[in-house]
């Protein structure tokens, strides 16, 4: 008398004999995209929590520079532990030198970070580096 394990095996392994409409794709290749797009799900919502963060406290800043600053991206550079804010200055804040801003985020950079670990719920509260993109008018 066979055991019904062994029965399901062989019915298993006469069923991959056929080929069916699936037959191309590779199974490694299914499963690895979706465990890379699970681990960048979360890398994506905690870049999300921390352009809020930051946005929140560059409107509750009182340097003018940090205030006329917003949050336009942040990505893991490159992964998580250490995280890259790009901003840029609002259409109200006038002539802005990228460099002045810049020397304004690293001056503020331990608020900006405890704000950061206030807002996120991590061991550890990644470092941030930023990056100034300032707009160029188009007529100039």
């Known amino acids: 008398m066979k055991s019904k394990k062994k029965r399901s095996r062989e019915m298993l392994l006469v069923s991959c004999a056929d080929i069916g409409p699936d037959g191309d794709i590779d199974p ?3 499963v690895s995209e979706r465990r ?3 681990s960048n799900r979360k890398a994506l919502q ?3 929590q921390v352009a809020e963060a930051l946005n929140g406290a560059f409107s509750r800043c009182r340097d003018d520079v940090l205030a006329s600053l917003f949050v336009v991206a942040v990505q893991p550079a490159p992964n998580t532990g250490r995280l890259l804010a790009t901003v840029t200055a609002s259409a109200s804040a006038g ?3 990228a460099a002045e801003a810049l020397a304004h985020l690293q001056r503020a950079a331990g608020f900006l970070r405890t704000e950061i670990t206030a807002a996120i719920h991590r061991r550890r509260t990644p470092e941030l580096l930023f990056r100034v993109a300032l707009r160029r008018d188009p007529g100039a």
Do not use: A, N, Q, V
Request: glycine letters at 0%.
């Open 95 to 97: 002539d802005l030198d």
């Open 46 to 48: 905690l870049c999300r």
């Open 28 to 30: 490694r290749e299914f």
């Open 36 to 38: 890379r797009r699970h």
